[in-house]
């Protein structure tokens, strides 16, 4: 069954080091999304992703985040500077609707990212 | 903007047993409601997508209701097992259409004795 695949499974980086969180979507999905979980509270929504332009996005996708789709396979959320708070499981998303009933989206394993 | 609620918190219970899951939400004007499945450090597995015009969708030993009036879902989980031990979550979408941000709740952290 098609999955989406994010890669490292865990990053560990320094504060004040960039990062880079990668995900391979399911193939036919036009549709992507980031989130994020900090340990113990809820998954929270970070930003959308169509046609290679940022779809909807929330306040805590602020400057030090970007996503970019760099090739026909890859999807990549950037952190320009991390700080110790940025420290989250975070997760990748793909769907091949935009919204609608019958819209679902299909979730990674996620990358867990410790800023030391 | 939609906030999710999410009761029991915490839920322990006997194999063998059905449960419910409840799950609540304030923007009335969604689409649909997904379920999901979360184990410890692990992603996050869909169970049940539930859509505005269905009030019911089943999948196996679940089975998951939608009042977008009264802004309620449920899970019922029929003749629990020890692997159903999880935390389960429920989100919503933002209204508005485009490529929609889901709106999770804390989740139901859910463990089955054997």
């Known amino acids: 069954e098609p999955e989406v695949t994010q890669t490292p499974s865990h990053q560990v980086t320094q504060m004040g080091q960039e990062v880079i969180l990668r995900c391979v979507p399911i193939?036919?999905?036009?549709?992507f999304y980031w989130y994020r979980q900090i340990l113990g509270q809820k998954v929270e929504f970070l930003v959308s992703?169509?046609?290679?332009?940022?779809?909807?996005k929330s306040e805590i996708f602020d400057d030090q985040f970007s996503v970019e789709r760099p090739d026909g396979s890859n999807f990549t959320l950037k952190i320009r500077s991390t700080k110790l708070e940025d420290s989250a499981m975070y997760f990748c998303?793909?769907?091949?609707?935009?919204?609608?009933?019958?819209?679902?989206?299909?979730f990674g394993a996620g990358t867990r990212l410790s800023v030391l | 903007k939609q906030e999710v609620t999410q009761i029991p918190a915490a839920l322990s219970v006997p194999e063998g047993e059905n449960l419910v899951l409840n799950c609540s939400f304030t923007d009335s004007a969604i689409y649909n409601l997904q379920w999901f499945r979360q184990d410890p450090g692990k992603g996050l597995t869909s169970l049940l997508l539930i859509q505005s015009s269905q009030r019911e969708q089943t999948s196996g030993r679940l089975n998951a209701s939608l009042d977008k009036s009264s802004g309620r879902s449920t899970l019922y989980i029929a003749a629990s097992q020890p692997g159903d031990s999880a935390t389960y979550l429920c989100?919503?979408?933002?209204?508005?259409?485009?490529?929609?941000?889901?709106?999770f709740g804390k989740g139901t952290h859910l463990i089955i004795q054997p």
């Open positions: 998303a793909s769907s091949p609707l935009a919204g609608g009933p019958g819209n679902i989206q299909y």
């Open positions: 989100a919503a979408p933002d209204s508005g259409g485009g490529a929609d941000g889901l709106t």
């Open positions: 992703f169509y046609n290679n332009e940022i779809s909807e």
């Open positions: 193939s036919n999905h036009l549709y």
